[in-house]
């Protein structure tokens, strides 16, 4: 069983920037895909970026070019760097682990992150 926690949320100001990190354990972190989603109020939940056991990434085309997700396999950690904030990007921000071959998921208790003047 993999746990998620989630982390780095708050209050922000438009165009400034926040740091998500997620800690998981559990499980063998690295043989993970994980990626980072969104629920803003009112909306379904969306893919904001992944980043596979590869390494490789991808972004939702929103975020592109503001956000940044990348992983530390030492830690068991992957993170998400938003710069740029806008008031569209406030949501909860959920932690996903999908595990690379048997699809298996996880899921974090999520964090808000507010952009706001």
């Known amino acids: 069983q993999v746990q998620l926690v989630e982390s780095g949320g708050g209050l922000v100001q438009p165009g400034g920037s926040l740091r998500l990190s997620c800690a998981a354990s559990?499980?063998?972190?690295?043989?993970?895909?994980m990626d980072w989603y969104r629920q803003a109020p009112g909306k379904q939940r969306e893919l904001v970026a992944l980043i596979r056991s590869s390494g490789s990434t991808n972004y939702a085309d929103p975020v592109k070019g503001r956000f940044t997700i990348s992983r530390d396999n030492a830690k068991n950690t992957v993170f998400l760097q938003m710069n740029g904030l806008k008031p569209e990007d406030t949501a909860v921000y959920y932690c996903?682990?999908?595990?690379?071959?048997?699809?298996?998921?996880?899921w974090g208790q999520g964090t808000q992150v507010t952009v706001s003047s």
């Open positions: 996903h682990a999908q595990h690379t071959f048997t699809q298996r998921e996880y």
């Open positions: 559990g499980g063998v972190f690295s043989i993970y895909a």
